[in-house]
């Protein structure tokens, strides 16, 4: 079974730049996670799809960050215009259903450092 | 606001000795509980879980985690350390929709 694939595996942009990065979760997962983990913390939730629908963008800093998941199966986040801030490792996890209690299968991140 | 705490950011063993990582957490609903590690150069991934029944759960490579409802703590625990878990160890609870993730725990072993 394939695992959640990411791309690019690294990124270096300017400041005031803007990046997307794309996920394709494991076949058949209904829920989609975005995380941003930030050099020395946890991973912090950006978004959670549920199909093309979302569940959670409570932590999402809208005003420079979107994301999609336009037929329910992959999945794109952009960031218009980076800050310095940014510089984070961005996860991509899937699971088979939404609920706290799923096991959620992970990427291999994203290296984003803006300069 | 819902936080997870993990006590050590790191943790260097020598191999076969006994390992315990702490992991607090502030929630006082009913919450389910899981282990993620990082090994060098992999993806972050399942260790165990805990949702309900026995406290004492099992996961993989030999390590386990004790739920203390009373405490509010998941720690996990292996015996006997081999230089290959050397890894980072996240500790991430989960209520309603959300999972929330400690800081980490990165661990080495030296051989």
């Known amino acids: 079974e394939a695992g959640v694939a990411q791309s690019p595996r690294y990124k270096i942009i300017e400041k005031r730049q803007s990046v997307a990065f794309w996920c394709n979760p494991i076949s058949g997962h209904a829920t989609l996670y975005w995380y941003q983990q930030i050099l020395g913390q946890g991973p912090k939730l950006l978004i959670q799809f549920q199909n093309n629908g979302v569940v959670d963008d409570s932590q999402l800093p809208k005003d420079r960050f979107s994301a999609e998941r336009l037929k329910g199966v992959d999945s794109t986040l952009k960031i218009q215009p980076a800050k310095l801030e940014d510089s984070a490792v961005y996860l991509c996890a899937s699971s088979s259903d939404q609920g706290a209690g799923q096991t959620q299968y992970f990427g291999p991140g994203t290296r984003l450092l803006v300069l | ?111």
Request: aromatic content about 16%.
């Open chain 2, 1 to 111: 606001a819902q936080s997870v705490s993990q006590h050590n950011h790191h943790v260097i063993l020598s191999e076969a000795a006994s390992l315990e990582l702490g992991c607090n957490y502030s929630y006082g609903g009913t919450v389910n509980l899981f282990w993620y590690v990082q090994y060098p150069g992999q993806h972050l991934q399942l260790l165990l879980k805990y949702f309900s029944g026995d406290p004492l759960v099992k996961g993989i490579k030999g390590f386990e985690a004790e739920f203390i409802k009373s405490k509010f703590s998941f720690n996990l625990r292996k015996p006997s350390v081999q230089w290959s878990d050397t890894a980072e160890y996240f500790c991430a609870v989960g209520s309603n929709y959300q999972l929330i993730w400690g800081a980490g725990t990165k661990l080495i072993i030296k051989p």
